[in-house]
């Protein structure tokens, strides 16, 4: 698995500038993380949790492990099911309903995410008093990617959508290019790109443009409906 000083690496090579004369190690970080978060959006990632019940609950964040920040509002589930694990191998006890399919028309007719949190009807808590800890939730779902922070972090992607980062991060690098003049001039005398004139600065947007639009489509990901 690629980390991310190695995908950091891999950008500064795509934009041009190995030695980071215009690009920054942080900027390209950036560039990063803000590549991942839209990958994230196309083609979020599958995503298993188990969440211990607790007492009188009926909130629970998603992944709070993966974004100890807080809960985040992209968050999908698709199916979330109770699980009796006082016996082994664990066995399945209930599958719980979600409100687009429940019936009624209340809040508390089947689980729900809202802004990144999961939250169960009150039936359950009530249903669990006492006995939490012979349970628990198993949740399927998509998520955004995590933030890379340091240099160790890995990066969780499919080397298709990793080779999409890179092409995203390429893309965001040009249009920074071709909107500062100041930028420009210091990334083509600096970065050793004297070769590429104002001209086939915009033709190499266009060309990453359309290549990104092909690309994107490739790797989008259809949602399954909640069940």
């Known amino acids: 698995m ?7 690496t891999a950008v500064a090579l795509a934009i041009g500038d190995p030695s980071a004369r215009t690009f920054s190690a942080s900027v390209v970080g950036d560039l990063i993380n ?17 969440i211990d019940p607790i007492a009188d609950y009926m909130r629970y964040p998603l992944r709070a492990t993966e974004f100890p920040v807080g809960p985040v509002p992209e968050m999908e589930v698709v199916r979330v099911e109770l699980w009796d694990t006082s016996i082994t191998p664990a066995r399945l ?4 309903q979600p ?39 198993r949740v399927w779902g998509y998520s955004p990617y995590p933030p890379l922070v340091v240099s160790d972090d890995v990066v969780l992607l499919s080397n298709e959508r ?38 086939g600065l915009m033709n190499a947007l266009s060309m990453a443009q359309a290549e990104w639009r092909q690309r994107s489509r490739a790797i989008a990901v259809l949602r399954e409906a909640p069940s």
């Open 2 to 8: 690629t980390t991310f000083a190695e995908l950091k």
């Open 34 to 50: 803000t590549a991942l978060a839209e990958i994230g959006r196309i083609a979020p990632e599958r995503f298993y949790e188990e």
């Open 93 to 96: 006890y209930a599958h719980l």
């Open 99 to 137: 409100l687009d399919g429940a019936f009624g028309v209340t809040s508390d007719s089947g689980w729900k995410v809202w802004d990144g949190v999961l939250e169960v009807p009150r039936a359950v808590p009530v249903f669990l008093a006492g006995n939490e800890a012979d349970y628990t939730f």
């Open 162 to 199: 990793e080779q999409a980062l890179i092409l995203l991060c390429q893309l965001e690098s040009i249009r920074r290019l071709s909107q500062s003049r100041d930028l420009y001039t210091q990334w083509q005398t600096h970065s050793g790109n004297t070769d590429v004139s104002p001209a």
